[in-house]
């Protein structure tokens, strides 16, 4: 295990209840949206998780099981949206941490 902080930003996220193989066809209908921009530089991503909610150990069943898929946006995004939460093609985007630049409208979260 490790430890790490996330880049603060908007991601889009998905969350996907069922097997683990199913996270192939979220991630690719998250990249699939063309009105998103992520932040990427060539096969590097600036955030990019899989979060699993389900313990195994609790629920042994993997069609039961909850993940969260979130892909941080790149920032350029963030100057045209100006709440917390969005949603495109049913997939949510949020921001993450706190506003960055002193003419962001947002509150500080």
């Given at each position: 295990m490790f430890t790490a902080t996330l880049p603060g930003?908007?991601?889009?996220?998905?969350?996907?209840?069922g097997h683990p193989d199913g996270l192939i066809a979220v991630t690719g209908r998250i990249l699939?949206?063309?009105?998103?921009?992520?932040?990427?530089?060539?096969?590097g991503w600036g955030a990019r998780l899989a979060t699993f909610f389900t313990d195994p150990e609790v629920e042994p069943d993997p069609a039961k099981w909850t993940t969260e898929v979130a892909i941080r946006l790149a920032d350029r995004v963030r100057a045209y949206m100006p709440y917390e939460l969005y949603c495109w093609h049913g997939i949510n985007v949020r921001r993450a941490?706190?506003?960055?630049?002193?003419?962001?409208?947002?509150?500080?979260?």
């Amino acid at each position: 295990m490790f430890t790490a902080t996330l880049p603060g930003g908007q991601y889009a996220v998905e969350v996907h209840e069922g097997h683990p193989d199913g996270l192939i066809a979220v991630t690719g209908r998250i990249l699939a949206d063309e009105s998103l921009r992520f932040d990427r530089a060539g096969d590097g991503w600036g955030a990019r998780l899989a979060t699993f909610f389900t313990d195994p150990e609790v629920e042994p069943d993997p069609a039961k099981w909850t993940t969260e898929v979130a892909i941080r946006l790149a920032d350029r995004v963030r100057a045209y949206m100006p709440y917390e939460l969005y949603c495109w093609h049913g997939i949510n985007v949020r921001r993450a941490g706190r506003p960055e630049s002193p003419g962001d409208p947002r509150p500080a979260a």
